[in-house]
């Protein structure tokens, strides 16, 4: 709350931890408190097992993500249960009697950029995991990270060139669009544009 200069946050991404959970409960009562994306995906692996997984991951990802309506993806999340047999997972269940809190069609009515994940730990870990592995020697870990980390700041850079050369397309004839095509980087005025 003290980070927050004038208000409490409209919303806050966490992964599954009960304690934060209640604690955001009590101290943010009106904040939408959503779990992160990546961290659920991730424990349809520990969750289901490795046939399962193997077999429906992709149609329960594809589920998540494509539904265009809560009434979509509840049949198609039926669906799926029905064709995997996993009536009687209950981490299944549990995640879906909880889809208010992590499935994008129903967190969709606060703005988020598309944010859907603690995005800071999780651009690190996918960042290391890219170019580095726990087998590398301290050399080869020097090697690797300079050469990381230059990529990404040739990706910076073209980003950069991007935002200052060029102007995005409006969609509409909407005050607030040409506003934030002058205030937001290209690829967030993307992000922007789906939203409206």
């Known amino acids: 709350m003290i980070a927050m200069p004038s208000e409490r946050p409209k919303m806050i991404i ?11 409960r009590h101290v943010f009562l009106i904040t939408c408190h959503r779990y992160c994306i990546w961290h659920t995906l991730n424990k349809f692996y520990e969750k289901l097992g490795a046939r399962n997984c193997s077999q429906y991951y992709e149609s329960f990802r594809e589920c998540i993500w494509d539904s265009e ?9 039926a669906a799926l249960i029905e064709r995997s047999e996993l009536y009687k997972n209950g981490w299944l269940q549990a995640m879906f009697n909880k889809q208010d809190r992590w499935v994008p069609i129903f967190v969709k009515h606060v703005f988020s950029t598309k944010m859907s994940s603690s995005q800071r730990a999780e651009s690190n870990h996918s960042f290391s995991k890219k170019y580095m592995d726990k087998r590398n020697s301290l050399v080869d870990f020097i090697i690797r990270f300079n050469r990381a980390l230059t990529r990404q700041r040739y990706g910076e850079l073209q980003a950069d060139h991007v935002d200052h050369n060029e102007r995005p397309m409006l969609k509409t004839h909407v005050a607030l669009e040409k506003q934030m095509a002058y205030i937001y980087t290209c690829s967030m005025f993307e992000n922007f544009q789906d939203e409206l």
């Open 69 to 77: 309506g809560p009434e979509e993806f509840e049949c198609r999340w």
């Open 14 to 24: 966490i992964d599954q931890d009960l304690a934060i959970e209640i604690a955001i």
